[in-house]
């Protein structure tokens, strides 16, 4: 596609259920990021795939969070037993290659009731 | 992890105007990229940067990598009502990975 695409763009989940959101990167793209963004602030690091390794977790809040790329295209953060400090808006980005400029999607807007 | 302090925090400006935000780290970036956010959508990217001292224009925007490697700062020429929104800083630090640390963000209002 043109562009990242994440579904879905809004999830409303009861606390303690668990959710998948989903991220199609641009084709082609070898890396792959995961933000989280509370109101008013701005993207907070999660965790970086470079095709299908992930390099990077340290950004993750906790080991309710787990996020996957299995083959090396499309990503899905998992948070399993959610929590109302899980709301926010969590995006997806990608970049053609490592050190190139992030380009992401429109977010999925979490709310954990 | 890394702190990105970004000023002003927001801005009232009348349409016409040029407009100066800035952003500062505590330490060496690698990569310094301007974005902007528009409600209920992800960060566009504006302008990269890529070299201490570079200088790059987009249209009416023009940025700057300073030359310690520890701010970066963006000018808006002319503004206009569509200039409305959030702009963020990322950097990317030297020798500590991929990722990117964004700022707070500088909330843009044009008057008309």
């Known amino acids: 596609g043109a562009g990242v695409s994440q579904s879905p763009r809004y999830k409303v989940a009861k606390r303690g259920q668990d959710v998948a959101l989903r991220c199609d990167p641009i084709s082609g793209h070898v890396s792959l990021f995961w933000y989280q963004q509370a109101l008013g602030q701005g993207p907070e690091f999660l965790t970086y795939?470079?095709?299908?390794?992930?390099?990077?977790k340290s950004g993750l809040p906790s080991d309710r969070f787990f996020a996957e790329r299995p083959e090396g295209s499309v990503s899905t953060l998992k948070i399993q037993r959610t929590q109302q400090e899980d709301s926010a808006v969590y995006l997806c980005?990608?970049?053609?290659?490592?050190?190139?400029?992030?380009?992401f999607g429109n977010g999925t807007r979490l709310t954990v009731t | 992890g890394q702190q990105l302090n970004q000023s002003p925090q927001s801005m009232f400006i009348q349409e016409g105007e040029d407009v100066s935000m800035n952003c500062t780290s505590s330490s060496i970036f690698n990569t310094w990229l301007w974005y902007k956010q528009d409600p209920g959508e992800g960060p566009v990217l504006l302008i990269a940067l890529y070299k201490a001292g570079e200088l790059t224009s987009n249209g009416r925007l023009t940025a700057q990598f300073g030359i310690t490697r520890k701010d970066s700062f963006l000018n808006i020429s002319a503004s206009i009502p569509s200039d409305v929104g959030i702009y963020f800083c990322?950097?990317?630090?030297?020798?500590?990975?991929?990722?990117?640390?964004f700022g707070t963000g500088t909330s843009l209002t044009v008057i008309p």
């Open positions: 990322a950097g990317q630090p030297a020798n500590t990975g991929n990722q990117f640390y």
């Open positions: 980005a990608s970049s053609l290659l490592e050190h190139s400029p992030l380009h």
């Open positions: 795939f470079q095709n299908e390794a992930q390099l990077d």
